[in-house]
């Protein structure tokens, strides 16, 4: 009997042969499948885990509906543009997080960060609302204030709302807490000073965004001082106002400021106000006493406890200037 | 040849497709390269992610429609009849591209985050690596499989008649149905996700794509050779059979990290570190094949191709996945630009040339041009094969540089410390991507527009000219004598020297040295030897492997009755 030429198969027996190996082998993975995934191994659930009224399962849905994982990887898997965001929870803290994703195109610097930290859910799951103690908890966030605060970042601005905020951060609580079998790899090069001289190779600076700003402001403090307006412009940089305002008339998280002042707006309740200075300074300070018509309420944080009064005054001198352009 | 059966005409319609959808592919490659060097260029029309979504789906995409024309050009070949159901291959022609086109509109929604959640799942795009593709295309690729799957079945004669290359197909056309499945739930736990999804990913490129890759391969040697269908039959059953026994097991490394328990890291580390043993005996059968006769080589381009696919596959697939494989080098590899080098010259070496190869074999036969100008189609293949070898230079470099600052030296701000540092490897990708993209299009024109073209005068064959023209300064190199088999073995020997010098590149990281002392230097050095090394020796083997191939028509020229001596049935 030939085989082959008329079509059917010289390898039946060995056919069988194989088959039954790939049955075993089949068997293992299984076997294997099955211990992994059991209650037993104490293997972190997204069902165990919540931030505020938000569960890690909605931040699950938001996280692939915007296909984070496009850009960013997750236990190492996704694309490579952007950092992993398995740990990041845990390293940067739910209030950096917060303070980022709205408007991501920019770094959070640490007054926006600390505005946060007045959110009582923020409060009840770091346990504090004070700086000094969530910078202690979390040091990847004073690093990352510190090094990149103010600065621009490769992000897109993505249209996250408030409650998809929440949500991601429930999700990102969840990733962190999983038990990844000790990845990524624990750095074991100490010092940030060392590790940034090795990476570029020269006497490590502060990078020129972080250092620029304070460094021109300590040369002219005078005149700063002495210029509401140009006070103002620095205040609302430093505060983080502009991760959710344009400085024109533009849409961001917020309204656009851009020939705001002394205009007519409309309020939520169909009302409407001129935009003098004791709506501008109301809104800063009690952002959720009149809401502007097409925007959520309690999106924006009370400034009451962080802006001094001259402060607040300033940054209204400034608003002024602003035109619609 | 001659089309023997009307059916195979079927072919052309998925070829041209092929040519199309791989054109946009290559287009969404430049624009993501560029976006790397210029990660703000077109924000907000296309971002990057929904660019990369597109270049991945486009990838399956083109590459299914090349598996789906080769297997209905050679189907009726195999079973001795037509294809049953012409209406219904018709049918499928046209749910491809409804189903591409829907899938390519609705990955844009990413933007606004709007994955169109109902029922519990996400019909537009669901954001998975690989699987960006919502439940309404991915319900309607699951009927396109079915299709497929029924259409092949049924041609084929009855199972107890199968011959290798039929069961190949066969399982092939089957498992890419059944696999399929795994993407189409929503999985809320991370871990459990990851877990199906690389049932998915792997299987299909481990077991199906590779399964249907070896008997296509092993068809097109017969046709093009007449090599033995029994000795061919003996590779493909080999082939087959060690591709699932290690790569069953062998998705285990995917299963190191994602939150299954450590385990995985001993029984992913031994079984895949067998994968690349099918692909080196494939390797080697292309040569044994390919050596069958002497004689000159009918098709060069459709060959060229085929040796790049399996050539690509060894190197790609086969060594640059072996490097990885192992839990401690993989805990640096993971999750950087290192995988990226593998997966380019893996998917698009290994089963991208495959469709490239079966187009240029087919549409010549069907447009009924055998004697075509061969020029264009070797020119595009030395510009897709050097372009897609200097992308994996530049990802794998690139990559160790990634390791280096984000993961020993712990730096993860990407815009202010990582990218900096792989800025020149960054800037590789668009260069050698104009190289590709050029290839790309001459190979598209020329595919196109094969047969349309002014017809060359009767009485010249530019095949042999061709020949002729380069065979003098090879007799001096000696690059055109033929390739024996222990020559061959040794190439195949220096690309695995080279791979194992880029496995200890990879392990070197361990060391104290780099970990705690923070010295790359032992890294960068292997990983600087053993990357070009590696790509060098391939591009050197496919050059020698091919003069040799070439220099048969100039013999055949000189002394027309030296062809005919090892000429065999």
């Given at each position: 009997?030939?085989?082959?030429?008329?079509?059917?198969?010289?390898?039946?027996?060995?056919?069988?042969?194989?088959?039954?190996?790939?049955?075993?082998?089949?068997?293992?993975?299984?076997?294997?499948?099955?211990?992994?995934?059991?209650?037993?191994?104490?293997?972190?659930?997204?069902?165990?885990?919540?931030?505020?009224?938000?569960?890690?399962?909605?931040?699950?849905?938001?996280?692939?509906?915007?296909?984070?994982?496009?850009?960013?990887?997750?236990?190492?898997?996704?694309?490579?543009?952007?950092?992993?965001?398995?740990?990041?929870?845990?390293?940067?803290?739910?209030?950096?997080?917060?303070?980022?994703?709205?408007?991501?195109?920019?770094?959070?610097?640490?007054?926006?960060?600390?505005?946060?930290?007045?959110?009582?859910?923020?409060?009840?799951?770091?346990?504090?609302?004070?700086?000094?103690?969530?910078?202690?908890?979390?040091?990847?966030?004073?690093?990352?204030?510190?090094?990149?605060?103010?600065?621009?970042?490769?992000?897109?601005?993505?249209?996250?709302?408030?409650?998809?905020?929440?949500?991601?951060?429930?999700?990102?609580?969840?990733?962190?807490?999983?038990?990844?079998?000790?990845?990524?790899?624990?750095?074991?090069?100490?010092?940030?000073?060392?590790?940034?001289?090795?990476?570029?190779?020269?006497?490590?600076?502060?990078?020129?965004?972080?250092?620029?700003?304070?460094?021109?402001?300590?040369?002219?403090?005078?005149?700063?001082?002495?210029?509401?307006?140009?006070?103002?412009?620095?205040?609302?940089?430093?505060?983080?106002?502009?991760?959710?305002?344009?400085?024109?008339?533009?849409?961001?998280?917020?309204?656009?400021?851009?020939?705001?002042?002394?205009?007519?707006?409309?309020?939520?309740?169909?009302?409407?106000?001129?935009?003098?200075?004791?709506?501008?300074?109301?809104?800063?300070?009690?952002?959720?006493?009149?809401?502007?018509?097409?925007?959520?309420?309690?999106?924006?944080?009370?400034?009451?406890?962080?802006?001094?009064?001259?402060?607040?005054?300033?940054?209204?001198?400034?608003?002024?200037?602003?035109?619609?352009? | 040849?001659?089309?023997?059966?009307?059916?195979?005409?079927?072919?052309?319609?998925?070829?041209?497709?092929?040519?199309?959808?791989?054109?946009?592919?290559?287009?969404?490659?430049?624009?993501?390269?560029?976006?790397?060097?210029?990660?703000?260029?077109?924000?907000?029309?296309?971002?990057?992610?929904?660019?990369?979504?597109?270049?991945?789906?486009?990838?399956?995409?083109?590459?299914?429609?090349?598996?789906?024309?080769?297997?209905?050009?050679?189907?009726?070949?195999?079973?001795?009849?037509?294809?049953?159901?012409?209406?219904?291959?018709?049918?499928?022609?046209?749910?491809?591209?409804?189903?591409?086109?829907e899938n390519f509109f609705t990955q844009f929604l990413a933007e606004w985050g709007i994955a169109g959640w109902w029922l519990g799942q996400p019909w537009f795009q669901q954001g998975l690596e690989y699987l960006e593709a919502g439940r309404i295309a991915g319900l309607l690729i699951l009927v396109g499989f079915a299709?497929?799957?029924?259409?092949?079945?049924?041609?084929?004669?009855?199972?107890?008649?199968?011959?290798?290359?039929?069961?190949?197909?066969?399982?092939?056309?089957?498992?890419?149905?059944?696999?399929?499945?795994?993407?189409?739930?929503?999985?809320?736990?991370?871990?459990?996700?990851?877990?199906?999804?690389?049932?998915?990913?792997?299987?299909?490129?481990?077991?199906?794509?590779e399964v249907i890759h070896i008997s296509l391969v092993g068809m097109f040697l017969v046709l093009m050779f007449k090599a033995d269908i029994k000795s061919v039959g003996f590779a493909v059953f080999w082939g087959i059979a060690l591709v699932w026994l290690s790569g069953l097991i062998g998705n285990a490394h995917h299963?190191?990290?994602?939150?299954?328990?450590?385990?995985?890291?001993?029984?992913?580390?031994?079984?895949?570190?067998?994968?690349?043993?099918?692909?080196?005996?494939?390797?080697?059968?292309?040569?044994?094949?390919?050596?069958?006769?002497?004689?000159?080589?009918?098709?060069?381009?459709?060959?060229?191709?085929?040796?790049?696919?399996?050539?690509?596959?060894?190197?790609?697939?086969?060594?640059?996945?072996?490097?990885?494989?192992?839990?401690?080098?993989?805990?640096?590899?993971?999750?950087?630009?290192?995988?990226?080098?593998?997966?380019?010259?893996?998917?698009?070496?290994?089963?991208?040339?495959?469709?490239?190869?079966?187009?240029?074999?087919?549409?010549?036969?069907?447009?009924?041009?055998?004697?075509?100008?061969?020029?264009?189609?070797?020119?595009?293949?030395?510009?897709?094969?050097?372009?897609?070898?200097?992308?994996?230079?530049?990802?794998?470099?690139?990559?160790?540089?990634?390791?280096?600052?984000?993961?020993?030296?712990?730096?993860?701000?990407?815009?202010?410390?990582?990218?900096?540092?792989?800025?020149?490897?960054?800037?590789?990708?668009?260069?050698?991507?104009?190289?590709?993209?050029?290839?790309?299009?001459?190979?598209?024109?020329?595919?196109?527009?094969?047969?349309?073209?002014?017809?060359?005068?009767?009485?010249?064959?530019?095949?042999?000219?061709?020949?002729?023209?380069?065979?003098?300064?090879?007799?001096?190199?000696?690059?055109?004598?033929?390739?024996?088999?222990?020559?061959?073995?040794?190439?195949?020997?220096?690309?695995?020297?080279?791979?194992?010098?880029?496995?200890?590149?990879?392990?070197?990281?361990?060391?104290?040295?780099?970990?705690?002392?923070?010295?790359?230097?032992?890294?960068?050095?292997?990983?600087?030897?053993?990357?070009?090394?590696?790509?060098?020796?391939?591009?050197?083997?496919?050059?020698?492997?091919?003069?040799?191939?070439?220099?048969?028509?100039?013999?055949?020229?000189?002394?027309?009755?030296?062809?005919?001596?090892?000429?065999?049935?």
């Amino acid at each position: 009997m030939s085989c082959g030429v008329g079509g059917s198969s010289c390898e039946t027996p060995r056919r069988r042969g194989a088959l039954v190996m790939l049955v075993i082998m089949a068997a293992i993975f299984i076997v294997l499948s099955v211990f992994s995934f059991v209650k037993s191994r104490g293997q972190t659930t997204p069902d165990t885990i919540t931030y505020g009224k938000y569960t890690a399962d909605q931040g699950k849905r938001v996280f692939q509906a915007y296909n984070c994982m496009g850009c960013h990887t997750l236990v190492g898997n996704g694309a490579y543009l952007g950092p992993d965001l398995t740990g990041e929870y845990q390293r940067v803290g739910p209030a950096w997080l917060a303070a980022f994703l709205p408007s991501a195109a920019g770094w959070p610097t640490t007054a926006a960060v600390h505005v946060q930290l007045a959110n009582p859910d923020q409060q009840a799951d770091t346990g504090t609302d004070s700086m000094e103690a969530y910078l202690k908890k979390f040091p990847g966030a004073a690093v990352q204030i510190e090094r990149r605060g103010g600065g621009t970042t490769y992000m897109p601005n993505l249209p996250f709302t408030r409650d998809e905020v929440g949500q991601l951060i429930a999700y990102f609580k969840y990733t962190a807490a999983m038990n990844t079998e000790g990845w990524p790899p624990k750095v074991e090069v100490v010092g940030l000073e060392r590790r940034l001289q090795l990476a570029h190779g020269v006497a490590a600076t502060v990078p020129a965004a972080a250092s620029a700003a304070p460094a021109a402001a300590a040369l002219e403090p005078a005149k700063v001082a002495l210029d509401p307006t140009a006070r103002g412009a620095q205040l609302v940089k430093d505060t983080g106002c502009l991760a959710c305002h344009a400085t024109d008339a533009k849409r961001v998280i917020g309204p656009g400021w851009g020939g705001l002042y002394n205009s007519q707006v409309k309020l939520a309740d169909g009302s409407t106000v001129t935009a003098d200075d004791a709506y501008l300074r109301e809104s800063i300070l009690k952002p959720n006493a009149k809401i502007v018509a097409g925007y959520p309420v309690s999106v924006m944080p009370s400034y009451e406890t962080l802006l001094k009064d001259d402060e607040v005054n300033a940054i209204v001198t400034y608003l002024h200037t602003l035109e619609k352009q | 040849m001659q089309i023997e059966y009307q059916t195979q005409r079927l072919s052309l319609r998925f070829f041209m497709l092929m040519l199309v959808l791989f054109i946009i592919q290559v287009i969404d490659g430049m624009i993501l390269a560029a976006q790397q060097v210029d990660p703000t260029l077109l924000v907000g029309v296309i971002n990057f992610n929904v660019a990369r979504a597109e270049h991945l789906n486009l990838g399956i995409m083109w590459i299914v429609c090349g598996f789906i024309a080769a297997i209905l050009f050679v189907g009726p070949l195999l079973s001795r009849r037509e294809m049953v159901s012409p209406w219904l291959i018709k049918l499928l022609f046209y749910a491809v591209i409804i189903i591409v086109v829907e899938n390519f509109f609705t990955q844009f929604l990413a933007e606004w985050g709007i994955a169109g959640w109902w029922l519990g799942q996400p019909w537009f795009q669901q954001g998975l690596e690989y699987l960006e593709a919502g439940r309404i295309a991915g319900l309607l690729i699951l009927v396109g499989f079915a299709i497929v799957c029924y259409v092949v079945l049924r041609t084929f004669p009855p199972v107890r008649e199968w011959n290798e290359v039929q069961w190949g197909l066969g399982l092939g056309v089957t498992a890419l149905m059944v696999v399929w499945v795994f993407g189409l739930f929503y999985v809320a736990r991370l871990d459990l996700q990851e877990y199906f999804r690389w049932f998915v990913v792997h299987y299909w490129v481990e077991g199906v794509w590779e399964v249907i890759h070896i008997s296509l391969v092993g068809m097109f040697l017969v046709l093009m050779f007449k090599a033995d269908i029994k000795s061919v039959g003996f590779a493909v059953f080999w082939g087959i059979a060690l591709v699932w026994l290690s790569g069953l097991i062998g998705n285990a490394h995917h299963y190191f990290w994602i939150g299954t328990p450590a385990f995985w890291q001993f029984w992913g580390s031994l079984f895949s570190a067998l994968e690349p043993l099918p692909l080196v005996f494939c390797f080697w059968h292309i040569y044994l094949d390919a050596h069958t006769n002497k004689l000159p080589l009918e098709n060069a381009p459709a060959f060229y191709f085929l040796l790049g696919s399996m050539v690509l596959e060894l190197v790609g697939a086969g060594i640059l996945g072996f490097i990885m494989t192992f839990a401690l080098t993989n805990v640096w590899s993971h999750g950087t630009w290192v995988t990226a080098g593998h997966a380019h010259l893996a998917l698009f070496g290994t089963f991208g040339m495959l469709g490239i190869a079966a187009a240029y074999y087919a549409i010549p036969i069907m447009r009924n041009t055998p004697h075509y100008d061969q020029r264009l189609g070797k020119l595009a293949f030395w510009l897709v094969f050097t372009g897609m070898l200097g992308i994996a230079f530049a990802f794998s470099i690139g990559g160790t540089v990634q390791i280096y600052v984000y993961r020993i030296l712990g730096l993860d701000w990407f815009g202010g410390d990582v990218w900096p540092a792989m800025g020149v490897y960054k800037l590789l990708l668009p260069l050698f991507g104009i190289v590709i993209a050029t290839g790309a299009g001459i190979l598209a024109y020329d595919l196109f527009t094969l047969g349309r073209r002014v017809r060359i005068p009767a009485g010249s064959d530019l095949r042999d000219t061709a020949h002729a023209d380069v065979a003098t300064p090879r007799a001096a190199t000696g690059w055109g004598r033929p390739l024996t088999g222990f020559e061959a073995g040794v190439w195949l020997m220096a690309m695995w020297v080279f791979g194992i010098v880029v496995t200890f590149g990879l392990l070197a990281f361990n060391l104290p040295r780099v970990r705690v002392g923070g010295d790359p230097t032992l890294p960068y050095l292997l990983a600087g030897v053993g990357y070009p090394g590696l790509l060098l020796v391939t591009l050197g083997f496919v050059w020698r492997f091919l003069a040799s191939m070439e220099a048969r028509g100039a013999v055949a020229d000189d002394l027309p009755a030296m062809a005919m001596l090892p000429a065999q049935a």
